[in-house]
């Protein structure tokens, strides 16, 4: 599975960036869950968002409910490609990090904040700055 993550950059506080990753080179059973999760210095980890393969089940970590939004398009039918988005609102000082898409072969569900995730790519950076 590759995964290549791309849409960070800066941007002032409430201020938004869509975050797109290109999933590809899987079958339809490698995973069921796609999602990111961020790594900012000094902290730890945190899975902030995930949706199934389906598109039919998503979550979302306290942190980032009501302002970030997850979503997925297949490139074709059969899974082999996926295009998966986070589009980030009124971003926050708190915010910044690392941005990494992953996948993982256990179903999209709140534990997403917590899981060793089976595959990620390279990360995206986002700054929030005035």
């Known amino acids: 599975v590759q995964l290549q993550a791309s849409g960070g950059g800066l941007v002032q506080p409430g201020g938004s960036l869509r975050l797109s990753c290109e999933v590809s080179?899987?079958?339809?059973?490698?995973?069921?869950?796609i999602g990111w999760f961020r790594q900012a210095p000094g902290k730890e980890r945190e899975g902030i968002s995930c949706?199934?393969?389906?598109?039919?089940?998503?979550?979302?970590?306290?942190?980032v409910k009501g302002r970030f939004t997850i979503s997925k398009d297949n490139a074709n039918k059969d899974n082999a490609q996926n295009t998966v988005y986070l589009q980030m609102n009124v971003l926050k000082p708190e915010d910044p990090a690392v941005y990494y898409c992953?996948?993982?072969?256990?179903?999209?569900?709140?534990?997403?904040?917590?899981?060793?995730?089976?595959?990620w790519g390279q990360g995206t950076q986002v700054t929030v700055s005035s």
């Open positions: 949706i199934s393969l389906s598109g039919t089940r998503t979550y979302y970590s306290d942190s």
């Open positions: 992953a996948t993982d072969i256990y179903h999209c569900d709140k534990t997403w904040k917590y899981r060793d995730y089976g595959d």
């Open positions: 080179g899987f079958t339809g059973y490698d995973f069921y869950a």
